[in-house]
């Protein structure tokens, strides 16, 4: 039986620092000293306002002189730890921080870009030194709200916001920074998750693949090692004929001539494998493919049935079963899904396929308890599991990680699948998956006919 859960992933159970090289948080800093810089420039050149200069570009320098020591004294592949990422971050939004105190506080219009360490936390730091530095932060837009050198603007006049507007101000940082940090730190848990589930899928498919692989070699064996054992048997035979029975090596020669007979049996067999070259095994028709996928699993002490046939009133050429390319993704997402249903079940799990001239639809029925009506919806989403919820135990006591659907689902979809979930109401409750495929989905080599196969009959029961 295939199991998602032998497959090694990354943990996610927290954000880590591990994740982030020490060039980006270099590049940052970069980023922002060209715009401190250029900002700068602007009043005072620009503008002609008045800006303590020699404050700001002290700021500004500190900066780019912090740049320079972390290029020289680590490489740029460096990983920083959560503690110097955070370090660093807090170190940032105190550099502006004190960049605002000399350039009019919480009234400065770029005053937003406070919450910008945070944000960058948020995405990859552990949520207490995300906790942290939003305290800090806010802290300094509070005190920000009171103590500062007065806006740079024209001579002789200052610029001076009401009280209530400052505040109205602050409040908006911290609102702002509240709502961008969790929803950042929300699509960046959501994004590992994702290329996590994404990596699984690929490593599935890489194994399935394989395994196909190596059916053409078993082939391709058969048929360079059959000429010398056709040769061997030969020589064999004819060297028994020749010396009789009596001949002290008689029983040696009859020996090997069995066992030469033995070994092309065996080769026969091996030929009849899949193989990239031959038309039969390469295509496959609806029946073969629900019995090849469901095999591993009648024997797990629940009934399983297959049923195959043409929708009600498709007739002329449109009721020739479909017959399409072997596809070794299709092949484990049945799998899985039948696997699924087979666990979930009392006792039988039925398998039905039906087509017309546009369509093809298999669903796979189970006399389980069903799916959970709240689960309904995100059922199909990475590390969304119903395990433990049937099973009654925790989602971290249930086995599984929740990847098993997801993955059936990609492999499902990337083939032309349109997926359902349900749950059956009559005669009794269970569960339903509903795959759904254009017909156009399914192509067979020339030349081959589903008479040419020996697969199983259009009902099967176990």
Not at 319 to 342: D, H, S
Not at 435 to 462: K, L, V, Y
Request: proline share 6%.
């Amino acid at each position: 039986m295939r199991k998602v859960a032998s497959i090694d992933l990354p943990a996610l159970s927290g954000n880590s620092a591990q994740n982030v090289r020490l060039a980006t948080i270099v590049r940052l800093r970069w980023i922002a000293v060209a715009g401190q810089l250029l900002t700068i420039g602007f009043v005072k050149l620009w503008l002609g306002f008045e800006v303590p200069l020699a404050y700001c570009l002290a700021l500004i320098a500190l900066s780019a002189w912090l740049n320079v020591f972390l290029v020289i004294q680590f490489p740029p592949r460096h990983r920083l730890t959560d503690h110097v990422a955070a370090s660093l971050l807090t170190y940032d939004m105190l550099q502006l921080a004190a960049l605002l105190y000399f350039t009019g506080g919480i009234g400065n219009p770029f005053v937003m870009l406070i919450i910008a360490p945070c944000i960058v936390s948020a995405a990859t730091l552990p949520v207490g030194y995300t906790i942290g530095i939003s305290a800090l932060t806010l802290l300094c837009a509070y005190l920000l709200t009171y103590d500062y050198w007065p806006l740079p603007w024209f001579p002789g006049i200052r610029f001076e916001l009401p009280l209530v507007y400052k505040v109205a101000i602050l409040a908006s940082v911290g609102t702002g920074l509240l709502f961008v940090a969790f929803y950042v730190r929300r699509l960046a848990f959501e994004g590992r998750e994702m290329s996590a589930a994404l990596a699984a899928t690929e490593l599935i498919l890489a194994r399935e693949q394989k395994l196909h692989a190596l059916d053409g070699l078993a082939a391709a064996a058969a048929h360079e090692l059959g000429t010398p054992l056709s040769t061997i048997y030969l020589v064999a035979k004819e060297l028994e004929r020749d010396l009789g029975p009596s001949h002290p090596h008689a029983e040696d020669l009859a020996l090997l001539r069995t066992q030469s007979d033995r070994c092309r049996e065996i080769l026969r067999k091996l030929t009849r494998r899949p193989d990239a070259q031959d038309p039969m095994h390469t295509s496959v028709s609806i029946r073969e493919m629900l019995s090849d996928a469901a095999a591993p699993y009648r024997d797990l002490g629940k009934l399983v049935t297959i049923a195959s046939a043409p929708a009600e009133g498709t007739t002329g050429s449109d009721a020739a079963e479909p017959v399409g390319v072997r596809q070794p993704g299709m092949f484990y997402g049945l799998g899985n899904i039948i696997e699924n249903a087979v666990d979930f079940a009392q006792s039988s799990v039925e398998i039905a396929a039906h087509w017309d001239a546009e369509t093809i639809v298999v669903d796979v029925t189970d006399d389980g308890p069903g799916f959970p009506p709240d689960l309904m919806e995100s059922l199909g989403d990475p590390y969304i599991t119903t395990r433990g919820a049937h099973s009654g135990k925790s989602a971290k006591e249930a086995s599984g990680l929740g990847l098993g659907f997801f993955i059936a689902k990609t492999l499902l979809e990337r083939s032309g699948a349109t997926i359902e979930l349900g749950n059956r109401a009559v005669p009794e409750t269970g569960a339903k998956v509903r795959m759904t495929w254009p017909r156009s989905a399914f192509s067979a080599p020339e030349g081959w006919s589903p008479h040419q196969s020996d697969g199983p009959p259009a009902e099967a029961a176990e």
